[in-house]
């Protein structure tokens, strides 16, 4: 196995960390409201909570990859993942509770821009979409499966505080493995190896247009999807009287949807439809399906899971995937602030979404909220036809080893 298989087979290990700690509050949800006694809306401000410190730092997280590399980088986002899953387990209130899960976020947008370029670098010159697919795909469903499903029996043996530590426990385990196991690349004191971090870079990455555009492309559909992954058992057992089994299917199939979405959307968009038809395909088809929600039964709404999670996820892979083909313009050292920026944009998304969702569901009903859901995914959706039609062909990565 070449060295670029190696670490991306790292870095998707890794990945996993950085999801589980992500997603294992959801089965903490019963017995949090137990025992602070929390109400909905509140629930939703602990899902925010991640993604709010997910947002606010994907910019900051950016710098410090250029400034002192990206391993440097994806070794600080886990530790202070790690040290947020900690603060969690050892809430005494709700308040710092959030805090807590606010660390968390902060921690995982950190390594998520040193992870993405990383990969970027290993496989710029082919494969790159498919990479991020990998990556951002596969890994990342696996470890929000891993959170929500496996952590399940966890929270019900240990207590909801000790399956959050067992998540910090797994994040200090991926430290670990990143200072012995990952492999040194050959340019590593080179564009990836930090001091890269000045006025020229920042130019190069704010003032390219396509950013802007095609981040604020996915910021509705963002939002949809991590609300939809998180709270559409709980629609289907409130509003349609589905078992608590059958919720769980819905999440399972939603989330699974992202493992065949990670393969298809790199396969799509390394060799047929290019990054932005690959993601009009994705946006598209993901609000559709979030605007049939009112409309269907429980058997309807398996299939609607798979569709939100599978193109949700092929949507995100090719999205994400534009800086790294964007080699006449951006270098390599660019890449995680220009993923931060994009990051950022749809973080709006993620952090106001869910308790919108929760509002409008208070005050006008569920089928409203649905309807909400999918047409802000079509609207923002339009902005990718503003986008160019393709990116420059990659010119340059790591050599194979």
Request: aromatic share 10%.
């Amino acid at each position: 196995m070449t060295n670029r298989w190696v670490a991306l087979t790292i870095i998707s290990l890794s990945f996993i960390q950085f999801t589980l700690n992500w997603f294992n509050v959801i089965p903490t949800f019963h017995p949090l409201i137990q025992d602070m006694h929390l109400t909905f809306p509140q629930i939703g401000m602990v899902i925010g909570a991640f993604v709010a410190g997910y947002g606010l730092a994907h910019i900051p997280g950016g710098w410090l990859s250029e400034k002192y590399g990206m391993r440097a980088a994806i070794l600080v986002g886990i530790l202070v993942e790690t040290l947020g899953a900690l603060a969690s387990a050892w809430a005494p209130s709700y308040g710092i509770l959030l805090a807590g899960r606010f660390l968390c976020g902060i921690g995982g947008s950190i390594y998520l821009g040193g992870a993405v370029g990383l990969t970027t670098a290993w496989f710029r010159e082919r494969e790159l979409v498919l990479a991020n697919g990998l990556v951002t795909g596969v890994a990342f469903t696996v470890g929000a499966a891993i959170g929500l499903f496996g952590w399940t029996p966890l929270v019900a043996s240990l207590g909801w505080r000790g399956a959050l530590l067992a998540g910090a426990a797994v994040g200090a385990a991926t430290l670990v493995m990143m200072l012995v196991a990952f492999p040194a690349p050959q340019n590593e004191r080179g564009e990836i190896g930090g001091a890269h971090l000045s006025l020229a870079s920042l130019k190069r990455i704010f003032t390219q247009p396509i950013l802007w555009v095609v981040g604020v492309s996915f910021l509705g559909a963002y939002g949809a999807y991590l609300t939809a992954a998180q709270l559409l058992p709980h629609y289907a057992q409130q509003h349609l009287g589905a078992s608590a089994e059958q919720g769980e299917l819905l999440s399972i199939i939603l989330l699974l949807g992202g493992i065949p979405g990670g393969f298809v959307g790199g396969w799509i968009g390394d060799k047929l439809l290019g990054v932005k038809g690959t993601l009009l395909l994705g946006l598209v088809i993901e609000g559709v399906a979030l605007l049939m929600v009112p409309y269907v039964g429980v058997p309807g709404l398996i299939v609607i899971a798979g569709a939100v999670g599978c193109f949700g996820i092929i949507s995100f892979v090719t999205w994400i995937s534009l800086p790294g083909k964007l080699d006449h313009t951006l270098h390599i050292s660019d890449v995680p602030t220009a993923v931060g920026l994009m990051l950022t944009i749809i973080a709006i998304g993620g952090a106001t979404m869910p308790p919108i969702y929760s509002e409008v569901v208070s005050n006008y009903g569920a089928n409203a909220a649905w309807w909400f859901l999918g047409v802000t995914t079509l609207v923002f959706a339009v902005f990718a036809l503003f986008a160019p039609v393709s990116t420059s062909a990659p010119s340059h990565a790591l050599a194979k080893a």
